[in-house]
């Protein structure tokens, strides 16, 4: 064992699989995320963003004496530029995940891709029509070639508008225009804010920062919100599944496969060969029961939402999962995927392998991912993992598992509001008019070890639904509340009295577990169609809504927080700002973007500050609306009803594990 320190694992993480696991690495002296964090400051230059490293004359630190670099470039310009460039990195991340999407549901509907199905032509007509395909006496497949055509075309247009731009409130559209940040074309917009970071060029902070709420608009109705669209057509629109979390979700006498990374093309086909019956003889043939399947990061959510896999972990746990020596093969394809992973496994049996054409880990094994050949790469993928079951070593599996509820797209909030004859976003308005659910947030993003693991996401998640107010979640935060138990119905007896009514009414949890990254953009339909329904004023900047990535560190989570900013949601991201070496940069994307947008994107690292600053930031905007003041004491003060009076949920069954 190394010689080191011991180190205090609770104060890393509030998750007791995570301790757990924290102190096999400690024991086993095996490196993780964690143990880095602490042995690798980050450097407080770049950390505020006064690094300029865009020539060679460079890089430029702006400390002390220091106010510009070699070329004139002032703290305000460099803080932008920086700002902005982590908005076109992250765009792009989710933008090229959505173009493949469009390209796999070509290859699907010209049938190159025999693997892959229409599965939601309902949805598929919907988006037709968003596109301006006509569907109306065509095929399924005709109109799938038609609108896969029409979306890549969205990715290199040149000219003019996204389509998407209309699913925006006609004031929000305006808003835009007026500012002239309409997006024009997906691919254009990341290009032109390389161009303009370039040594020499766009030299105006504010400037600067006009083109990133631009660029981050691309992401969101653009790239992103195709992906969710196309995944839903391939895949299925989520509804409701219940599932487990966590590591207890592993199995000691299956084959257990973790698919890590973000696209769902090459997750589900492992999800269908699993239950192939010559797979599982195969796995059987090896001493093994079956395969156990879950998942981290995004591909998780992708496939807890339609396939009702269990989530192991977010993204810090991708390592300690490895430790657990109970994993047969860790299958990666693009995203949030750490190289460290690689090192954990040479300690344990675990095979690494990555399967995109655009990630290579070097030590990993590499099965290209094709979706031509979809299932037959699927299947060789899992018996690589079942040839490795034989191989295992001593496993440690912590006993600790957690229920869950997901699979809330907008549709099926749409169809839980209002029923299959009124699909309706109407009764939460009129629930937020009432006052009963005093305002909505989503509360999203990554983990970051700067922060106690999981401690920000689940503090301000539970202090949203205290105090009333109803939260959507995705991504990593979303795994966090399920590790928890956030997203079972049973947590509406935590929150406070009018949400909790709500909830009862409807049968549903507090916290709606809305998907994966990309699917942030089902929380922008959401928001445009609360504000096109009527009651909460016109745009969504009016709603009495906010934002949160508590614990992010990518430049996705950057992008996203812009988009919604951009989109009229004040949103507040915590660990701490890119951009605090200047104040000037935060004063304009907090005040000025407020008055040009109607929104502002706060970097607060105290999450307790975050969240008492958005529930007066949620009040004021219903003063606005001139809705009543919210009271915690008018609804449900009935003292003769308790919770579980007339019904036992625990009789029901409907969200129990199989
Ligand atoms: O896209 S929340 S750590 S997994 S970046 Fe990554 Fe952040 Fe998790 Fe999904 Ni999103």
């Known amino acids: 064992m190394a010689e080191e320190k011991r ?25 993780t995320a964690f143990r880095r964090a602490e042995e690798t400051k980050p450097c407080p230059i770049g950390h505020e963003g006064n690094c300029c490293k865009n020539c060679f004359m460079g890089p430029c630190r702006l400390v002390g004496k220091t106010t510009v670099g070699i ?27 959505g173009r493949d999407m469009a390209h796999t549901l070509l290859a699907a509907a010209t049938g190159e891709a025999p693997d892959y199905q229409i599965k939601d032509e309902k949805k598929l007509r919907a988006v037709a029509h968003y596109l301006d395909v006509p569907e109306e ?6 109109v799938a070639v038609d609108v896969a055509k029409v979306a890549l075309g969205e990715f290199g247009r040149q000219e003019g508008e996204l389509l998407y731009v209309r699913r925006a409130p006609a004031k929000r559209q305006e808003i835009w225009r007026k500012l002239g940040i309409v997006p024009r074309g997906i691919d254009r917009e990341v290009v032109e804010t390389l161009h303009r970071t370039h040594i020499g060029n766009d030299q105006d902070a504010e400037h600067i920062l006009l083109h990133g709420l631009r660029n981050a608009l691309a992401d969101g109705w653009g790239g992103s919100m195709l992906s969710t669209d196309i995944s839903d057509i391939l895949f299925g629109t989520p509804g409701p599944v219940a599932a487990s979390s966590n590591f207890g979700s592993l199995r000691e006498d299956e084959v257990n496969v973790v698919i890590h990374g973000h696209e769902p093309t090459l997750s589900e086909l492992i999800v269908a060969a699993a239950s192939d019956p010559e797979i599982v003889e195969y796995a059987k043939s090896k001493g093994a029961k079956g395969i156990n ?18 989530l192991l972990g977010n993204f810090l746990a991708q390592e300690l999962a490895i430790l657990t020596g109970a994993i047969e093969a860790m299958v990666v394809d693009i995203q949030c995927i750490m190289q460290g992973i690689v090192e954990v496994a040479e300690n344990y049996h675990t095979k690494i392998i990555s399967t995109s054409p655009k990630a290579k880990i070097a030590g990993a094994t590499h099965i290209e991912f094709d979706e031509h050949k979809a299932m037959e790469i699927a299947k060789s993928i899992l018996r690589t993992a079942i040839d490795n079951f034989p191989n295992r070593g001593e496993v440690h599996i912590p006993d600790i598992q957690d ?3 997901a699979g809330f797209s907008h549709e099926y909030i749409a169809y839980m509001l209002g029923g299959s004859l009124r699909e309706s976003f109407r009764p939460l308005n009129d629930a937020i008019m009432a006052g009963r659910i005093r305002g909505a947030a989503g509360v999203v993003g990554c983990n970051n070890p700067r922060v106690t693991h999981d401690d920000p996401h689940l503090y301000i998640v539970k202090e949203l639904i205290k105090n009333d107010v109803l939260v959507v979640t995705t991504g990593c935060n979303a795994i966090a509340c399920a590790k928890q138990g956030l997203l079972t119905p049973e947590v509406m007896d935590h929150c406070g009295p009018g949400l909790r009514e709500v909830c009862q009414a409807i049968g ?13 953009t089902r929380i922008l339909t959401v928001v445009a169609q609360s504000a096109t329904e009527g009651g909460l004023g016109e745009d969504i900047s009016d709603l ?7 614990e992010w560190m990518s430049e996705k989570a950057i992008s996203i927080g812009v988009y919604f900013v951009a989109s009229g949601v004040t949103t ?8 605090a070496g200047s104040a000037e940069v935060t004063r304009m994307i907090t005040e000025g973007w407020k008055e040009k947008v109607g929104a502002a994107f706060y970097f607060e690292p105290d999450h307790r500050k975050a969240v008492e600053e958005a529930l007066a930031h949620i009040d004021a905007k219903r003063k606005a609306l001139k809705l009543e003041e919210y009271s915690p004491t008018k609804y449900a003060q009935s003292k003769t009803y308790l919770p579980g009076d007339y019904y036992a949920p625990e009789k029901h069954g409907a969200y129990s594990l199989k």
């Open 7 to 31: 180190s205090e694992p609770t104060k890393k993480t509030i998750d007791p699989v995570v301790v757990e696991m924290l102190e096999k690495a400690q024991d086993e002296g095996v490196s």
């Open 71 to 97: 070329c004139g470039a002032t703290k305000e310009t460099v803080s932008a530029r920086n700002l902005i460039r982590w908005i076109a990195a992250g765009a792009a991340a989710h933008s090229d995940h």
């Open 137 to 142: 006496g065509r095929s399924k497949e005709e």
């Open 293 to 310: 399947l879950s998942g981290i990061c995004c591909t998780a959510n992708e496939i807890l939402m339609r396939q009702g896999v269990p």
């Open 403 to 405: 229920r869950l509820v």
């Open 508 to 520: 549903i949890p507090p916290v709606l577990h809305m998907g994966s990254c990309v699917d942030n």
């Open 544 to 550: 009495p809504v906010a934002g949160f990535a508590p």
């Open 572 to 579: 507040w991201m915590g660990v701490g700002s890119p951009v």
